[in-house]
């Protein structure tokens, strides 16, 4: 019995020296896989029906909103160090607002680019504007990840799994969204200054 106990402490330990690496190498392949994409896109304009257009406004409010999301993240770690759990647990859930009002304000400019007559798919579909909703809805999936890690973030805030000696899930879960946030900001300023 007491070997068993000690078995499982070890299994633990280990478990947890292994989590955050392992991340690493999960983000390292979105990174490659964004560049690559990224990468088709740049080559792709310049082909002849290439069309240049702006980013619609609710890009540059999305990206406020993701951007405020990881400060919010950062507040709600900051105070559950300091074992102030309320505080903590209040911009948590700020973080997952701002993360589902950023959902909502890229389908809100994708609707934008239509009302322009820019179309994604079907006859009035252009390649430039196939990239951009094929690369911003893999960002939307990476998000929407990011939004399901809050909102186990938060049930286990609830359950007092989280104290200030033991992060490492809520560490995953905010390197996790830092990620996200800085891979957005990196996609809009591509298409941004790439046209």
């Known amino acids: 019995m007491i070997e068993e106990k000690a078995l499982e402490k070890e299994y633990e ?54 951007v405020l999301s990881s400060g919010t993240l950062f507040l709600s770690q900051f ?44 006859p009035e579909s252009t390649v430039s504007t196939s990239f951009i909703i094929g690369i911003t809805f893999m960002h939307i999936l990476h998000i929407l990840a990011g939004v399901i890690v809050l909102f186990v973030v938060i ?7 989280y104290t200030p000696k033991d992060l490492l899930g809520f560490e995953l879960g905010a390197i996790f969204w830092h990620f996200v946030d800085l891979l957005w900001i990196y996609l809009f300023f591509f298409f941004y200054f790439i046209r």
């Open 79 to 122: 105070f559950l160090k300091k074992d102030k759990r309320q505080l903590s647990l209040f911009f948590v859930v700020a973080t997952l607002a701002l993360g589902l009002g950023f959902i909502w304000q890229q389908y809100v400019g994708f609707n934008q680019l239509k009302s322009v007559g820019l179309f994604f798919t079907g």
């Open 155 to 161: 049930y286990n805030h609830f359950k007092y799994k």
């Open 13 to 66: 330990v280990a478990q947890k020296k292994s989590a955050k690496p392992m991340l690493w190498i999960a983000m390292i392949s979105m990174v490659m896989f964004f560049a690559g994409l990224t990468s088709a896109y740049v080559i792709s304009m310049k082909r002849d029906d290439w069309v240049d257009f702006d980013l619609p406004q609710a890009f540059f409010v999305s990206t406020f909103l993701i």
